[in-house]
C-alpha cells in the first residue's frame, strides 16, 4: 500500500509545472532530467526514513522531505538540487509504476489535487513568518513587499511574482514555507518568501502593519539642517521669489534653489530636491535670457514645489513615502533578463539636459524596459545623441545601442531601478539571439482607442501623484492610416489614426528643427507601405483629445524604423545610393504638457486664471496693481458661476490678502482642475 507521505509528495509534484521545476534547479537540469526518464533510467520508490521518502535514481539515493523537492537531498556529489532530484520529482509528477510495487495495489490517484495552499497561507500570522524567517531577513522581506508591487497568479500551483526584481516564487499544494520555489533574486530567497506571502496577504484583503522606514529613507540625523528648516527655507525663498518678481530673477537667486536642492538631498527628501533642480534649470533659462525659456512654466513648477513642501510639513515626522521620494541612484540586482529593442530617440529638455533612450520590452513580465545616457549642457563637450547612438556599449558583447534597438537579447547580471531603467553596469553583459519581434513574444498592440483611453485616464496622474514615464508609452496598430496634413496656425503635422472600430486618433507632431527630419519623411511617405505597421510612442492629451507622439515604426515586412533616428539615412539617400547606417540623428524636445479641456468654455476661464496669476507673479507681489487684484476678483465671480469652488473661494482670498503663499495656492489649483478635466475628455 502506498503511504500518506508518497501520496501526498506524489500529489504535490503533480502541481509542479515547467516554469517550477525551472526555478527549482534550471532549464538545462529539466532537460536532462526528462531525458533520463525518456531513456527509462532505474527509478523506485525504496520506502521512508526519518520522516522522508527516499527515491533511487540509478546508483543515488534522493531523500525528500513532506516540505517537498525544494528541500530534498541526494547522495551524489553535487551540491543544492541536482538532477537526480528533479528526475525524482518528475518520476513522482508522472506516477510511474515501480517494480517493487505490488500489481494487485491500486495506485494512488496522483490527479487528485491537494487542498489549494490558500487556507495555509492566510492562516500564517507575522510571527509565525518572523520566527521562520529571523528578525533580519523578515525586515528585508517587508521592504521587498513594499517597494516592489507584485502579481498573484494561479496556474498549477500559485505563483507571485515580482516584475521589477525578474523574481518569483512558487507555492504548491501541500508544501509549506520551506517547499516554497523561489525563481530569481539574490542569497537563500528567504526575503522573497516573505514578501510573497505579505503580498498575497494584503492582495486578499489582510492587512499588514509594515514600518514606515520600509518606505521610504529617513531624516539624516547627521545632516546640518532638519528637514523643518529646510522645509522653512523654501516657503522663504519661494516667498522672497515671487516679492520680487519673476522678470527679475538674478543669478544669485539661481544659485540659491540649486543650494537648497542639495539640502533637500541632505535630510532625505529626494522628491523636493528634484523639484528645487528643476526651479534652479528654469531660472537659468530665465536668467540667460534663452529662448526656451518659459515663466509659465516656471510659475508651475513654483506651486507644484509649494504644494510638495505644504504636504510634507503637514506629514510631520512621517510623510507619505511617495512625497519623500526614492533616490534615483538605487539599481538591484535582477539576474538574467530577456528583452527585445522597441524604440530608440534622442531627446532635450527645455532645462539644456541631451539623451539618448532606447526603449525594451520585457516579454516575461509584459512591461517596458529603458536605458538612457544624459548630460547637461554645461557638461556636454563631445557628447552627443546621435553618435552615443552607433558607439560601443551600454554593456560588454554589443556593438551599440542601435544593434540593442532592433535586437533580442539576453542580459545576464542586469540591475534595474523601481521605474524599470537599466542601468550601465559594467557587471552586465549581453548575449544577442535574434531580431526584435514584438508581435510574436507577447507584446499585444492596442486596436481599439477606447481601451486606449481607459489605460490613460488609470495611469494619468492628478495633483502630487507621481507616474512612471514608461505608463505612457503604448504599441499601436492602426486598422488605417487616414488623412495627413500639416496644421500651419498650431505648426504642427497631424494624420489621422483610424481603428478596428472606426474611432479616430492623431498621430501629432509638434514642428521645430529636431522635429522636421520626421516630418518631412512622413508627408513622403506612401500611406500604403505603413498598412499593417505598429506604431510605438507616447500617449498625451492633443488638439482634440487623446494623441500619439510616435518614436518608432515596426513595418509589416519587419523592418524597424526609428522615426527620429534612422531618417539620415533617408536624407543620405536623396544624394547618393549607398545604404550605409545612419550617422545624424533628430532629437526631440521634452514632453509637452498639454491640458486643453472636454469644455471650451472652462478652458478658456482657466486661461484667464493663470494669464492673471503670472502677471502679478512677474510684476511681483512688492509692487502691487489694484487692478490686476480686481481682475482677479471678478474671475473668482465667474469660476464660482462653472462650479470650481475650491478655486473661486482661493482667488478670493488671494484677491483680498495678496501673499506668495495664495497666490501659488490658486496657480496649483487651476493646474489640478486643468488635468482633470481634461482626463474626462472624451
Given at each position: ?21 525551472e526555478?527549482?534547479a ?14 527509462q533510467?532505474?527509478?523506485s ?27 530534498a537531498?541526494?547522495?551524489c ?6 538532477q537526480?532530484i ?76 515580482f ?8 507555492l ?6 520551506d ?24 492582495a ?44 527679475r ?9 540649486l ?40 510659475l ?26 526614492l533616490?534615483?541612484?538605487r ?16 531627446w532635450?529638455t ?16 509584459k ?9 547637461p549642457?554645461?557638461?556636454?563637450g ?27 537579447f ?5 540591475r ?16 544577442v ?29 492628478i ?16 486598422a ?28 501629432e ?9 520626421g ?18 510612442g507616447r ?65 478658456r476661464?482657466?486661461?484667464?486664471v493663470?494669464?492673471?496669476l ?34 473661486s ?14 497666490l ?19
Amino acid at each position: 500500500m502506498m503511504s500518506t507521505l508518497e501520496s501526498k509528495l506524489r500529489r504535490l509534484a503533480a502541481a509542479l509545472d515547467a516554469t517550477a521545476l525551472e526555478a527549482l534547479a534550471s532549464k538545462g537540469l529539466l532537460r536532462r532530467a526528462q531525458k533520463d526518464l525518456e531513456r527509462q533510467v532505474s527509478l523506485s520508490v525504496t520506502g521512508e526514513k526519518d520522516g522522508r521518502l527516499e527515491v533511487q535514481v540509478e546508483h543515488f539515493t534522493v531523500r525528500i522531505p513532506e516540505s517537498g523537492p525544494a528541500t530534498a537531498t541526494c547522495s551524489c556529489p553535487a551540491s543544492g538540487v541536482c538532477q537526480h532530484i528533479v528526475t525524482a520529482t518528475l518520476f513522482l509528477q508522472r506516477g510511474v509504476a515501480t517494480a517493487e510495487m505490488i500489481p494487485s495495489e491500486p495506485a494512488a490517484d496522483v490527479t487528485t489535487s491537494e487542498p489549494a495552499p490558500e487556507t495555509d497561507l492566510m492562516a500564517l500570522t507575522p510571527e509565525m513568518v518572523e520566527r521562520w524567517a529571523g528578525k533580519a531577513v523578515f525586515r528585508a522581506g517587508q521592504k521587498l513587499a513594499v517597494l516592489f508591487p507584485a502579481q498573484v497568479s494561479h496556474e498549477r500551483g500559485l505563483r507571485v511574482h515580482f516584475p521589477a526584481l525578474n523574481a518569483g516564487v512558487h507555492l504548491v499544494s501541500g508544501g509549506n514555507l520551506d517547499g516554497m520555489i523561489v525563481a530569481g533574486g539574490k542569497g537563500d530567497g528567504r526575503d522573497l518568501i516573505v514578501a510573497a506571502v505579505i503580498a498575497f496577504q494584503r492582495a486578499h484583503g489582510k492587512e499588514w502593519v509594515l514600518p514606515t522606514e520600509a518606505e521610504s529613507p529617513s531624516a539624516s540625523s547627521g545632516a546640518p539642517r532638519t528637514r523643518a528648516e529646510v522645509l522653512g527655507s523654501c516657503h522663504g525663498l519661494l516667498a522672497e521669489t515671487l516679492v520680487n518678481g519673476l522678470s527679475r530673477i538674478t543669478d544669485a537667486n539661481r544659485q540659491r534653489w540649486l543650494t537648497l536642492a542639495v539640502s533637500a538631498l541632505g535630510v532625505n527628501l529626494p522628491r523636493l530636491a528634484l523639484s528645487l533642480r528643476g526651479i534652479g534649470d528654469e531660472a537659468a533659462l530665465t536668467v540667460a535670457r534663452d529662448a526656451r525659456s518659459d515663466l509659465t512654466r516656471l510659475l508651475g513648477r513654483l506651486a507644484q514645489a509649494h504644494a510638495l513642501c505644504t504636504a510634507l510639513e503637514n506629514g510631520g515626522e512621517n510623510p507619505r513615502a511617495d512625497l519623500v521620494g526614492l533616490h534615483r541612484t538605487r539599481y538591484d540586482e535582477i539576474g538574467h533578463v530577456d528583452l527585445l529593442g522597441a524604440a530608440a530617440w534622442p531627446w532635450r529638455t527645455a532645462s539644456g539636459y541631451e539623451g539618448l533612450t532606447i526603449l525594451f520590452w520585457d516579454p516575461s513580465a509584459k512591461q517596458w524596459n529603458s536605458w538612457s545616457e544624459s548630460r547637461p549642457a554645461h557638461q556636454l563637450g563631445d557628447f552627443k545623441p546621435a553618435a552615443r547612438f552607433t558607439q560601443p556599449g551600454p554593456w560588454e558583447g554589443t556593438e551599440s545601442p542601435q544593434q540593442l534597438a532592433r535586437s533580442a537579447f539576453r542580459l545576464m547580471n542586469a540591475r534595474r531601478n523601481p521605474a524599470n531603467r537599466l542601468s550601465s553596469s559594467t557587471k552586465s553583459r549581453v548575449l544577442v539571439t535574434g531580431v526584435a519581434a514584438l508581435e510574436n513574444q507577447s507584446l499585444l498592440p492596442v486596436k481599439q482607442w477606447s481601451h486606449l483611453e481607459q489605460q490613460f485616464k488609470h495611469r494619468a496622474a492628478i495633483g502630487l501623484k507621481e507616474s512612471n514615464p514608461l505608463d505612457f508609452i503604448f504599441a499601436l496598430k492602426p486598422a488605417t492610416w487616414r488623412e495627413r496634413h500639416f496644421e500651419t496656425v498650431a505648426q504642427q503635422f497631424s494624420w489621422a489614426l483610424e481603428d478596428s472600430q472606426g474611432e479616430m486618433m492623431a498621430l501629432e507632431i509638434p514642428y521645430d528643427e529636431l522635429n522636421r527630419p520626421g516630418i518631412e519623411f512622413l508627408e513622403s511617405i506612401a500611406a500604403d507601405s505603413l498598412q499593417g505597421a505598429m506604431v510605438i510612442g507616447r500617449i498625451q492629451h492633443g488638439l482634440t483629445g487623446l494623441a500619439l507622439f510616435p518614436y518608432t515604426f515596426h513595418l509589416a515586412n519587419g523592418k524597424i524604423l526609428h522615426l527620429y533616428l534612422d531618417q539620415a539615412k533617408t536624407t543620405a539617400l536623396e544624394k547618393s545610393e549607398e545604404v550605409e547606417e545612419p550617422t545624424e540623428l533628430f532629437g526631440m524636445d521634452e514632453e509637452i504638457d498639454n491640458l486643453e479641456s472636454a469644455s471650451p468654455t472652462i478652458a478658456r476661464l482657466l486661461a484667464e486664471v493663470d494669464d492673471g496669476l503670472l502677471t502679478m507673479a512677474e510684476s511681483g507681489l512688492g509692487a502691487l496693481n489694484h487692478l490686476h487684484l480686481e481682475r482677479i476678483r471678478q474671475t473668482a465671480s465667474r469660476v464660482a458661476r462653472m462650479g470650481l469652488t475650491r478655486l473661486s473661494i482661493s482667488l478670493t482670498q488671494f484677491a483680498h490678502h495678496p501673499q506668495s503663499d495664495s497666490l501659488l495656492r490658486c496657480a496649483y489649483i487651476s493646474l489640478t482642475c486643468r488635468r482633470a478635466m481634461a482626463l474626462t475628455a472624451s
